[in-house]
């Protein structure tokens, strides 16, 4: 069975303070691995989709990498606007479902 | 704006009611697929569909079902409903979900609709 694990749970981070979120992975046959962005109460927003290992990706403040067993999402110089929940899904080869992590919850302060 | 609508945003109800989520997929998507996401689950898939077809099943219960319709909205029906249904589901969409062992898809959501049971 797919399982994906996410840490921290949560993160609070001064403004600027660049960081690292963890996505580890099990899953039969990866088709991708997922990085959205959820803020309270509204949909996930997607962010980048990772194919192989060794792949990155990057947008504006966000770089995602990929391994094997593992993804991280590094946060450079944050800003208050990136406080928001950053869920990782992979997606595998039994079908398209996304299976999702927990999510890390992220709080950016000025 | 993913493209993709949900209607209706909030719904309230009570117990051993019946309630129907409507989803529109994005433009030229012909997969739908269906979320549940709860407090201490996190997000749950449901049920997928392409082109009017069942594709795909996740932890979705008897009680619930859906289905796709000729113009690709899709409608997920919740019946005699218990308290422990009040979450947020989710509706999302890809252009096919359908293809070879290596194809992989994004998937695109709506803005949900807030289920509230008392």
């Known amino acids: 069975e797919d399982q994906v694990t996410q840490s921290p749970e949560a993160l609070r981070l001064q403004e600027g303070e660049s960081s690292s979120l963890n996505c580890s992975y099990t899953?039969?046959?990866?088709?991708?691995l997922f990085w959205y962005r959820q803020d309270p109460g509204k949909g996930p927003e997607f962010l980048f989709t990772?194919?192989?290992a060794g792949e990155e990706k990057e947008k504006e403040r966000l770089k995602a990498t990929l391994t094997k067993k593992e993804s991280f999402l590094h946060i450079t110089a944050p800003k208050p606007e990136d406080s928001a929940t950053y869920l990782c899904?992979?997606?595998?080869?039994?079908?398209?479902?996304?299976?999702f992590g927990k999510g890390t919850s992220l709080l950016v302060t000025p | 704006d993913s493209g993709v609508t949900q209607t209706p945003k909030h719904l309230i109800t009570a117990t051993g009611q019946r309630v129907t989520l409507r989803c529109s997929p994005r433009?030229?998507?012909?997969?739908v697929y269906w979320y549940q996401q709860s407090l201490d689950q996190g997000l749950q898939f449901l049920i997928q569909?392409?082109?009017?077809?069942?594709?795909a099943k996740g932890n979705i219960l008897e009680r619930f079902s859906a289905q796709q319709f000729p113009d690709l909205h899709s409608e997920l029906n919740l019946s005699s409903l218990e308290l422990g249904d009040s979450a947020l589901y989710f509706c999302?969409?890809?252009?096919?979900?359908?293809?070879?062992?290596?194809?992989?898809?994004?998937?695109?959501f709506g803005p949900g609709t807030r289920l509230l049971v008392l």
């Open positions: 999302a969409s890809s252009p096919r979900g359908s293809g070879g062992v290596s194809y992989q898809e994004t998937q695109y």
């Open positions: 899904a992979v997606q595998g080869n039994s079908g398209y479902a996304l299976n």
């Open positions: 990772l194919y192989s």
């Open positions: 899953v039969s046959g990866l088709r991708g």
């Open positions: 433009s030229g998507d012909l997969s």
């Open positions: 569909y392409y082109n009017g077809e069942e594709r």
